[in-house]
């Protein structure tokens, strides 16, 4: 049932639901999923360690803020995380893969024109082709880091325009990875995080009025 809770809160803090910043009413949680507060804080412990909220004693949980600083680490790290999957999914490809893949890609083609369907479809993609590279620590660590990585990945994709540039990436991503090209699938996937970023930092500029700021690293176009 914690977990349960967890992902659930989860779920909701990237969507927004729960502003940043905002405190979790344990009380009203507590009674709307018909708990004890104890699975419930041993669900806020476990929200505490995915870094989507911080737990202060005699205070509360509250959600953790978003931060620019974080959301260029965060999606950096994963740049790396989900190249180096993407490469290995590609060298290891298989038949069935291949046709999976093809399902995945139909799966964000058909949620283009809402961002949270294209959001999670996105999300799943990223973990299938972690699955696809047959390496259990890193896809370990790439679906641990799907929770906390999700609300930026959010904001990077709140616009047509920037899941419309998305999915050619995927679909290249796919196509090179179906062709056995882990170099290339490794340089798409990283082109494709660190838009995401991009467009992610952007959005939190303006929600605090700074001005935005021209990345020094211009990547070209695989």
Sequence with gaps: MPLQIADALAHDIIEE????????????????????????????????????????????????ALSIEEVEQLFEIRAVLVGLAAKGAAIRVEDNAAQRLDVLLLQLEESLHDAERYERASATTTIEIAVMGRSPPLTEMIVSFAHRIGRYARLGLATQDRRTTSIAHWRSLVEAIQAGDGERAETIHRRLALENRDEAVKVLRRRMNKPEITPDCQWNRP
């Design 17 to 64: 639901r729960y502003a940043p910043g905002a405190r979790l009413n344990e009380n009203q949680i507590a009674a709307q999923w018909g708990v004890s507060r104890s699975p419930l804080r041993e669900a806020l412990r476990i929200l505490e360690k995915r870094g989507l909220v911080v737990i202060t004693p005699q205070r509360g949980a509250r959600v953790t």
